[in-house]
């Protein structure tokens, strides 16, 4: 096994292309958050700049030497041919037909066109089990939190509750949860997921805890448990974001206020529902006025210009 | 000068080399390999690439008898830990090395990547060594993350799920990623298997093929001499002619201890 190792290397020739080209990345880049005219201009750059790059790259580096010629046919009445060169003196064949298609290149073919839609029949549904099963039936179907009585008017609880009971314990999440007095008739709640808005730390209402009162209520699907808190606001221990009761972030990182839950009532027993992003709350309480989102996950903005780093939420098949 | 029949120690060790041999020049490979010249004025640092390598191999071993005990269950995966760690017989001392030398192959790699960057090493022709590389360090580091959930401990569970909300960050790709990281919307029970497999199939399959890629390329293309080095790269110290008494194939380099310096 010798090395090949001629003595110039085969690398480009210094240019300056490579510059503009990573300077129509970083437009492209920039564009995304200031618009897509910027965007547009920074794929031409990018594309533009791309390919006298490449066209500099493979003119700068010799190509590899062409092919020897083939030694000239055997003429008929040619010099008595040896007998290891015996295949020139088979019967006349056109040259032509000899070369168009030979078994061994249909062989070839056959192999690798064979081999590929094999290997393609198995590994095309292997990796699809691999990906789509985290992208089908993703909604949760709602949980039941209890007799509505558990939750009196202008309190507020630390529920804990199973979003997918076949999941089991792995699938408990925590949420805040106020009564706000009825509205048009009905029952008003706030119920904000504990989910820190930065990157998914378990928030903590801001006040004491009073697990003395803390009540387990054994529903259809598993253990609830109500923790009465009176806070002033959620803070997450992770880096510092701190929401105000109605969960608008008031400092830190997180990059919008705490998502919510939508909520039903069911023979006097409050479900929770579908969870929803929030970007601000305006109002309190039942005159809150929100704007709902598709659930993003934590870290995404979801309004202002930086939205549009997210233009797709993760399909739900 | 009639040669002295080699000794009967000798034979027996060599016989079977030489069998094997014969009918796989596998002995001749490995003696390639271990016998290849390096240039002169190699020193310490180029051992870095060598410990990394070792360190993997360690993580491997003990990682694949973990496993033996270790269940992948969001219910019973912290138990096993603890009972790995309390309970069964030098389980303390096999997990310490896997969880400690976790850091120590990540550490060993960034060093011999700074090896290779301050040497100048990962110019023409070893670009290509250095891509498989830094692919070797992210998988590194994919190896890292993925084990880290294991235990299945509060920090190992929080700090999961920062990393996979991290990921999620990404503009455009973020949301699909977290999906494909978590096995679904959110963390869940398919979170801890899918990070399982990842961390003891599939990485360190990708990993072990890279290396055998790495030092194809290493051996194909012969260690660089360091950037103050007074000879052309590849130049080795000058060897006696073999000789040969002893194994036509033997590991034992006959006259190993006679190498004239030069
Ligand atoms: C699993 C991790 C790795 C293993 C087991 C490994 C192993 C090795 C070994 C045994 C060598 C022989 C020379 C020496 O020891 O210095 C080598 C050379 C080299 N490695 Fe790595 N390596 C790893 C990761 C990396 C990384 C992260 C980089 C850089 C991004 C890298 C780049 C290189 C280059 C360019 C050479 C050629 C250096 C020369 O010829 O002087 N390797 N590697
Ligand atoms: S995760 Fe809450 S502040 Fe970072």
């Known amino acids: 096994m010798e090395p090949h190792r001629p003595e110039t290397p085969h690398t480009p020739p210094p240019s300056l292309w490579p510059v503009g080209f990573a300077v129509g990345v970083a437009v492209l880049l920039l564009g995304l958050i200031v618009g897509w005219g910027i965007v547009l201009l920074g794929a031409l750059l990018t594309v533009g700049f791309g390919f006298l790059w490449v066209r500099d790259v493979v003119e700068g580096t010799p190509t590899a030497p062409a092919a020897p010629e083939p030694p000239p046919p055997q003429g008929i009445g040619a010099a008595p041919v040896p007998a290891r060169q015996a295949e020139a003196a088979l019967p006349a064949m056109d040259e032509e037909e000899i070369h168009r298609y030979p078994r061994n290149v249909f062989l070839e073919g056959a192999t690798l066109g064979l081999g590929a839609l094999i290997g393609g029949i198995v590994t095309v549904p292997a990796l699809g089990f691999a990906v789509l099963p985290a992208f089908v039936d993703q909604e949760p179907q709602g949980s039941d939190l209890g007799p509505l009585e558990n939750f009196p008017e202008g309190e507020w609880r630390v529920a804990t509750f199973l979003e997918d009971p076949e999941h089991g314990e792995v699938s408990r999440r925590t949420a805040f949860v106020r009564h706000n007095g009825d509205l048009n008739g009905v029952p008003s709640f706030t119920i904000i997921s504990n989910r820190c808005a930065h990157l998914g730390c378990p928030t903590q209402p801001q006040g004491s805890l009073n697990e003395e009162d803390s009540e387990e209520i054994e529903v259809e699907h598993g253990t609830v448990t109500l923790i009465p808190t009176n806070p002033s606001g959620f803070t997450c221990p992770c880096h510092g974001g701190a929401y105000s009761i109605e969960g608008n972030r008031t400092a830190g990182p997180p990059v919008r206020a705490l998502d919510r839950y939508e909520f039903s009532i069911r023979d006097g027993h409050l479900w929770i529902g579908k969870a929803y992003s929030v970007g601000e709350v305006e109002g309190e309480g039942k005159d809150a006025r929100i704007k709902k989102y598709h659930r993003f996950y934590p870290g995404e903005h979801v309004d202002g210009i930086q939205q549009i780093l997210y233009p797709f939420p993760a399909p739900n098949l | ?262």
């Open chain 2, 1 to 262: 000068m009639a040669r002295r029949p080699p000794s009967l120690l000798r034979r027996i060790v060599n016989y079977p080399l030489d069998w094997i041999e014969e009918r796989s020049g596998l002995i001749g490979g490995v003696r390639y390999f271990l016998f290849r010249k390096v240039p002169h004025d190699t020193n310490w640092a180029h051992t870095l690439g060598s410990a990394t390598l070792t360190a993997f191999i360690v993580q491997a071993l003990t990682g694949a008898i973990l496993a033996m005990y270790y269940r992948p269950d969001p219910g019973t995966a912290y138990e096993s830990i603890q009972k790995i760690t309390n309970e069964l017989t030098l389980g303390w001392l096999v997990r310490g090395m896997h969880r400690w030398g976790a850091s120590v192959f990540i550490i060993l790699m960034f060093l011999h990547m700074g090896r290779v960057f301050l040497y100048g090493a990962y110019k023409y022709p070893r670009e290509l060594n250095w891509v498989i590389g830094v692919l070797l360090l992210v998988l590194g580091l994919f190896e890292g993350l993925t084990g880290y959930l294991l235990p299945y401990d509060q920090t190992g569970y929080w700090a999961t799920v920062v990393a996979i909300n991290i990921n999620g960050t990404a503009p455009i790709l973020g949301p699909f990623l977290v999906n494909l990281l978590n096995g679904g919307a959110d963390f869940g029970p398919e979170t801890l298997s899918r990070f399982y497999a990842l961390h003891m199939l599939l990485v360190p399959g990708a990993i072990f093929a890279l290396i055998g890629l790495h030092l194809y390329l290493v051996i194909r293309l012969g260690v660089s001499s360091p950037p103050w080095s007074d000879r052309p790269a590849g130049d080795a110290m000058p060897l006696p002619p073999p000789s040969r008494d002893g194994a036509r194939a033997g590991l034992v380099r006959p006259g190993a201890r006679r190498r004239v310096r030069s």
